[in-house]
């Protein structure tokens, strides 16, 4: 994946099983990989976004 990654184009499903992807191989990775602990703060963003966005609506 790249540094210009758009994860507001991807659907709800796909968002969740990708972020989810990344978690596990940064748990099982042996050493700190910054780029995939960056890839997962991405994600991680993209969820919290989703989330304040669907707690607020009306």
Not at 15 to 41: G, H, P, W
């Amino acid at each position: 994946m790249g540094d210009h990654l758009d994860l507001s184009t991807l659907d709800d499903p796909t968002l969740l099983s990708e972020r989810r992807r990344v978690r596990e191989q940064a748990e099982r990775s042996s050493e700190n990989d910054s780029d995939l602990e960056l890839l997962l703060a991405k994600y991680n963003q993209e969820f919290d976004r989703r989330a304040a966005a669907a707690w607020t609506r009306k």
